[in-house]
């Protein structure tokens, strides 16, 4: 599976860089559904916006603030949360 690397109209939570804030817009993707569901448990719901605050190198999991908490996802989780276009520093 390709991962785009620049952000687009919307993209995954993974290609989010350091800094940058967005607006979840869904959580899907080929995971199982125990995992999106998980995802929505635990804060990152449609309309919550979420921002990356850590990108280790080597694919090392990232670090996300959302709804007030912070969350460490790997590539294979974060690229089931889709985000918007629309960049809020």
Request: hydrophobic share 40%.
């Amino acid at each position: 599976m390709s991962i785009p690397t620049q952000p687009s109209a919307s993209t995954s939570l993974w290609c989010l860089a350091v800094g940058e804030s967005r607006e979840i817009v869904s959580i899907e993707g080929a995971k199982a559904d125990s995992a999106a569901q998980r995802l929505v448990d635990i804060g990152f719901r449609e309309g919550q916006r979420v921002t990356c605050l850590m990108r280790p190198g080597f694919g090392a999991p990232r670090v996300y603030a959302v709804g007030g908490a912070t969350y460490s996802l790997d590539q294979q989780t974060a690229i089931c949360v889709i985000v918007s276009e629309e960049s809020r520093t």
